[in-house]
């Protein structure tokens, strides 16, 4: 028996990206209202993944969300901070980048704002750690 050759390249699938078109939802009144795409789709694309806590809701894969609510060392919260909201937002394949993370204290709460690069434009996105 002559063995065969399977050129995998040949036969491989295409790798296709995900669309931005999604539900829009109304933070204030708690509700969907009809669809966004592009840049829209994407700010609440980086506010949702911001917002989920990782690995404490069971419908979402490990990757998906941060851990902020754990930071208790303050001595190193900045580098922890943005280590870690790089590395949810990259997880997403249509964010490109996470840059220019600036910090500001108030007496009880840090607020870090940056900048996301998406295949469908720059955006600048805002999380409260503590």
Known sequence: MVPVEYNV?????ELKAY???????DMENARIIGYVDGTAAMRQA???ILMTER????????????????????LY???VVEQRITEALMQDDRIIG??????????????VSFTVDTTQGRLTAERSVF
């Not at 390249?9 to 699938?13: D, E, G, S, V």
């Not at 669309?19 to 939802?25: E, I, K, N, S, V």
């Not at 996470?98 to 607020?111: E, I, T």
């Open 19 to 25: 669309p931005t078109r999604t539900y829009a939802l």
């Open 98 to 111: 996470v840059y220019d993370f600036k910090f500001k204290r108030n007496k009880n709460s840090l607020s």
């Open 46 to 48: 980086v506010y949702k």
């Open 9 to 13: 390249l040949q036969n491989a699938a």
């Open 55 to 74: 690995f404490l809701h069971i419908i979402y894969s490990t990757n998906y969300g941060t851990q902020l609510d754990e930071i208790m060392d303050r």
């Open 77 to 79: 919260v900045y580098a």
